[in-house]
């Protein structure tokens, strides 16, 4: 990407749907029976992952540009894929799709692309084990490929040593059809999507503190599913509204649902202008958000509010660079075993552009406001990184060069597009 330094940015921004919950839908509906009609899905290639591993595991699914319907066959309603099944770059396909073939009365192998098969798949071979489940890295190495034989599965009470929705959500999946109630508890509450949408296709789950129980289901219901746009993908327009001198976004209709609001405490934290407008309460919460040219100042982020934004920490690296002083990220060590390890990536690209960041065990530390100039910046395959340093090119001299800027496609196709869209003065 090319990209020269600018004097300002104004408009508006529609953000796509919600890349967790379009995942959700998709799983739920399959399961549950009756067509489940799904608006504002993210056709972004994760999600569209999720929908091929349906297919190939028996559901009919119409793709449209206005909307998916799901053909739902019921909770006992999949069949043997002929096949192994490929879940692309998609953590949250690989991990919620287990949950829910640990319990099928067929064999199923599932894999991913190079860096799916780096993941770590332990965290939820354990409980899906504890539970019953057949469920074997191939390799035999703790990664996909996952070989899983359904099994007949009981309830556990499980404590989970990391905060992770996908965790949660693959042991919630297979509570679902044991012969018993199931818990999950979390150190710290992680994204709780899951749990919402479960409970509106008809199952039973109740959350107390940190720990959701399901009850086992005889079935779910079809619903009628409206993704609010994605507050991660959002994350970026904060960013450059705020850091871009002379700008003013606003970005309408952004889920914000206070599992995942973390940017916007930290923005405020920060010292950011932005003001929440048009919210709405009914289901998954949305407002617009509007962001202004702040004088933001560095923080210290850490502890509980990690989970609720912890795919927005690469973004929150660029606008600690761009503030004065200090920001330190603690408690982060999860960045270490996503698409990249964001850790890493993050320090040798922005230190590449003049700004002055260490990476620590669990974290980060930026020293802020060092100018920026160009760089060649590589994005590692990972969507959240080109998108990061897209906005970090804004902010510098020169031109940035993303290798591998066509990874967007993994959670935001249109992401250049909607930044290009953008009045720039
Ligand atoms: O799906 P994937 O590849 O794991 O995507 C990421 C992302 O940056 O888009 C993480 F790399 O988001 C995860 C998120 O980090 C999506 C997710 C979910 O939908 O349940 C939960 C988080 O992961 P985890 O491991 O904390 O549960």
Redo the contacts with the bound molecule.
């Keep these: 990407m090319n990209t020269q330094k600018i004097k300002g940015l104004r408009g508006e921004v529609t953000i796509p749907g919600d890349?967790?919950i379009s995942?959700r839908a998709v799983m739920f509906g399959a399961l549950a029976k009756g067509t489940t009609e799904v608006r504002n899905f993210l056709q972004g290639a994760?999600c569209l992952s999720t929908i091929e591993c349906f297919r190939s595991l028996g559901i009919e699914i119409e793709n449209t540009p206005e909307k998916i319907l799901i053909h739902g066959k019921g909770l006992h309603g999949l069949s043997a894929p002929s096949d192994i099944l490929d879940t692309g770059?998609?953590?949250?396909?690989t991990?919620l799709i287990s949950g829910i073939l640990s319990a099928q009365p067929f064999e199923t192998t599932l894999t991913g692309d190079a860096s799916i098969q780096k993941r770590p798949m332990k965290r939820i071979m354990e409980p899906l084990s504890m539970m019953g489940a057949d469920i074997v890295s191939v390799n035999g190495n703790d990664c996909a490929p996952l070989r899983i034989n359904g099994k007949p599965l009981h309830g556990i009470n499980y404590s989970s040593k990391?905060?992770?929705?996908?965790?949660k959500?693959a042991i919630l999946l297979a509570g679902l059809y044991a012969d018993g109630e199931t818990s999950v508890t979390e150190p710290v509450i992680?994204?709780n999507?899951s749990e919402i949408m479960l409970n509106y296709f008809g199952a039973e789950v109740h959350t107390t503190g940190n720990t959701a129980t399901i009850k086992p289901q005889p079935n779910l219901t079809a619903q009628y599913v409206n993704v609010p746009g994605d507050i991660?993908s959002a994350a970026y327009f904060i960013a450059a509204g705020l850091c871009v001198p002379n700008s003013e976004i606003l970005i309408k209709n952004v889920g914000i649902n206070p599992t995942r609001d973390g940017i916007i405490k930290v923005a405020l934290a920060m010292g950011g202008n932005l003001t929440l407008l048009n919210e709405n309460h009914d289901g998954e919460p949305t407002a617009d958000i509007l962001v202004k040219s702040s004088n933001l100042h560095g923080i210290t982020i850490e502890g509980d509010i990690i989970?609720t934004l912890?795919?927005e920490l690469p973004i929150i690296n660029i606008m600690a660079a761009a503030a004065d002083g200090t920001t330190i990220i603690k408690d982060a060590a999860?960045l270490k075993v996503?698409?990249s390890n964001r850790i890493d990536v993050m320090v040798e690209n922005l230190n590449a552009m003049g700004a002055s960041i260490t990476g620590t065990d669990d974290g980060m530390i930026i020293e802020g406001g060092k100018p920026l100039h160009g760089a060649v910046i590589d994005s590692y395959a990972d969507?959240?990184i080109a998108m990061s340093f897209a906005i970090a090119a804004l902010l510098a001299d020169d031109e940035t060069i993303i290798k591998g800027r066509d990874v967007v496609n993994?959670?935001y196709p249109t992401f250049y597009e909607d930044l290009s869209k953008l009045q720039v003065i």
């Design positions: 890349k967790s995942h994760d770059n998609s953590g949250t396909t991990r990391v905060a992770s929705a996908q965790v959500s992680s994204r999507h991660s989970p912890i795919d999860e996503k698409e969507h959240r993994i959670s």
